[in-house]
């Protein structure tokens, strides 16, 4: 018989000596747990076995009781704790206990870098990583933030029509700044010509189709590193209308955007 994934979680706690806010009869205060912790071979200060409790109970919250699931790797999750002891802020503590969770129902769902790059991220941070997931397109797994739509001409070069992206709080300086914490790559990227082959895409939960009018008009944008596109999945899908409507109005007369 197989354990659930609550049941999975429960064992974790016990075996690691952080049941204390999984249970309502646990005994002790942080301290005493943090003793049993160390006397298990680890040493954990009280605020961060406090911090990794509340991690673990907002999973078991969320877990599934009826899907069973293999033991979580020991290995991964001594990192996983060693990086995410330190998280206070209780949003933050949710996008962790989303990442246990994944990680027991899919295991290697996340890499070890994946998780040292969350560690470092401020709430501001993450914020602004949320705001360009909902405004991105998803193409097959991947995620492409569209910044632009770019018409090569017949004899050489081109032009580019952008998005004003500021008025959507991403000025070149917030994108630099995901570059920077490797969520987003820094090259910007021209998709393929859109007459000849059509863009499937998502966004905000809805599938459309991008299609070109003419040859030779192209999207151009930012692709999301590995890590970002990890992360990204944690991020929950709130459609951008407004974004939406400038995207159309990037669109018009050279692209049909259809809607499925």
Not at 119 to 147: D, H
């Amino acid at each position: 018989m197989g354990y659930s994934t609550q049941d999975r979680l429960r064992q974790l706690a016990q075996q690691q000596g952080l049941e204390g806010s999984l249970y309502s009869d646990a005994k002790g205060d942080p301290l005493d747990r943090a003793r049993r912790r160390a006397a298990l071979g680890g040493c954990r200060p009280p605020p961060r076995q406090r911090n990794l409790e509340a991690i673990l109970h907002k999973a078991l919250l969320q877990a599934n009781a009826d899907l069973v699931v293999d033991e979580l790797d020991g290995d991964w999750f001594y990192h996983f704790s060693r990086l995410s002891e330190n998280t206070g802020n209780p949003r933050m503590q949710g996008l962790w206990a989303t990442i246990l969770l994944r990680e027991l129902e899919q295991p290697g769902s996340f890499s070890r870098r994946t998780l040292e790059v969350l560690e470092k991220l401020s709430l501001k941070e993450t914020q602004l990583f949320a705001k360009v997931v909902n405004m991105a397109l998803t193409v097959g797994q991947e995620y492409r933030l569209v910044i632009g739509l770019y018409k090569r001409h017949a004899l050489g070069g081109g032009h580019t029509r952008l998005l004003p992206m500021g008025q959507f709080g991403l000025p070149y300086s917030a994108l630099a700044t995901l570059m920077e914490l490797g969520l987003l790559q820094s090259s910007e990227l021209v998709s393929a010509d859109l007459r000849q082959i059509p863009l499937q895409f998502s966004m905000g939960g809805h599938r459309g189709q991008l299609l070109g009018n003419r040859r030779r008009v192209h999207l151009t944008y930012y692709r999301f590193s590995v890590i970002g596109d990890e992360l990204a999945r944690l991020v929950a899908t709130e459609p951008d209308s407004k974004f939406e409507t400038e995207l159309k109005r990037l669109a018009e007369g050279e692209l049909t955007l259809s809607w499925q």
